[in-house]
Every structure is written in C-alpha cells, then in structure tokens.
C-alpha cells in the first residue's frame, strides 16, 4: 500500500477555473503536509505547507487539510497557463525528522 | 531566504568514470539534507540522508559504496556517483532542511548522462 497516494492525472482545467488536487496519506500519525510545484525537467519548489485541521489560504492557493479522514487537498484559484505543472504532495511522518514521503504527483494543465 | 544550489547542472561523462555533485545550502546551515533521484516522468526517489558530521543514511537498495555522500559542513553535502553506468543517468536533486522540523528546500537539480 502506498503511504500517500495521488491521481497522476493529467486534471484538465479551463484558464479561470479552479484546479482540485487531492492526496491521501496512510500514516494517521502524519504531523505536517507540504505542497510541492514541478515544471517539467525542472526540481520542485514549495508551494505551501499546513499543519493543523482546516484550510490555509495563501495568494491563489488554499490547502486543506482533513486529519481523520487522512486527506490534503490543493486548491488553486483563477488558475493560468502558467500553473500547467506537476503537483507533489508530501508527508512528513512521526519519528522520522525532516524526512518527507512524496506522491507521485497529479500533472495539471491549464488549457486557454 | 532558503535557497540551494547544485554543482554541476549538468554533466555527461564515460560509462567507469566517478562524478561528484556538490549540494550547497547559501543563506542557511542545514544539519540534514536529502539526495533524490528522479527518472522521466517518475517521480522522486529518496536515496538517501546526509547529516552533517555522521555517515549518510541510505534507502533500501540504494548502494552506499556506489553513491558515496559526504556531508563535512553545515552547508555542503556532496554525492559521489562512482564507477557510473549508463543506468546512472539520471535527474539527480538535493534538499536541505534548516532543522529537522522544518521544510525541505530543493536544489536545482543535476542531470548526469553517462555514455
């Protein structure tokens, strides 16, 4: 079983709409979830990190996070061309420092 | 703030050759930093974790004498990629993290092609 599981996509959005990114962890003991951007030959850059129940809101981003139903979510709002990337969804569990657990990322494309 | 560089970006070498790639934390010490590896279109794969002053701990099935890291400073950790195969090739990317608790910051990334 997979410990945090994303749908590899691709999730097609208009330019305008709001992209839906979804991940579930399997470490109920999870304490932190980041969000991780990846254009295409490129490494990723953070996006957002969220700690506690509820939703974080930052720019055109809002993270969301469910602890008992083990889920994190990325919204994107007004999304652009230039969103069309690969979304990694990360875990950093209990006992293990800073080391993270990645997704295997949802590929997003924002079509004109 | 939090920003990491990577040494080379770029490198093709001869299949037996050793390549070294430097891992530079520039505006923070980082006690721990990460190497990943990343095929096309698979996404990241922990190799291992380097901590400053104390040998690297490695992923299951990851060589630790082919992948040597050496993490001597705060703020440079390098991978010893030795005697490489064109299997190697391969998109090769750092974090580091200012402590244990806090967010992993990439680097560039190198992309090694061994011919």
């Known amino acids: 079983q997979k410990e945090v599981e994303q749908n590899s996509g691709p999730l097609s959005v208009p330019e305008g709409a709001i992209a839906s990114l979804n991940c579930t962890y399997s470490?109920?003991?999870?304490?932190?979830f980041f969000w991780y951007r990846q254009y295409s030959g490129k490494s990723p850059e953070l996006i957002m990190f969220?700690?506690?129940?509820g939703d974080k809101e930052d720019g055109r981003f809002t993270a969301q996070l469910n602890k008992a139903s083990q889920y994190v979510s990325l919204l994107i709002r007004d999304s652009q061309p230039s969103d069309s990337a690969t979304y990694l969804c990360a875990v950093r569990n209990t006992g293990t420092a800073s080391k993270l657990t990645f997704g295997t990322g949802t590929r997003l494309q924002v079509t004109l | 703030g939090a920003v990491v560089s990577q040494h080379p970006s770029r490198v093709i070498c001869k299949s037996g050759t050793s390549v070294k790639i430097e891992c530079r934390s520039l505006?923070?010490?980082?006690?721990?930093m990460f190497w990943y590896r990343q095929f096309p279109k698979q996404s990241l794969m922990l190799m291992a974790t380097s901590n400053e002053g104390s040998k690297a701990t490695y992923e299951q099935g990851v060589e630790k004498d082919k992948f040597l890291i050496n993490h001597a400073s705060l703020t440079l950790s390098t991978l010893t990629v030795t005697s490489a195969h064109p299997e190697d090739s391969s998109f090769y990317i750092c974090s580091a993290s200012p402590s244990a608790q806090e967010t992993q910051y990439f680097g560039p990334g190198t992309r090694l092609l061994v011919l």
């Open positions: 969220i700690y506690s129940n």
């Open positions: 505006d923070f010490q980082a006690t721990t």
């Open positions: 470490d109920r003991g999870s304490q932190s």
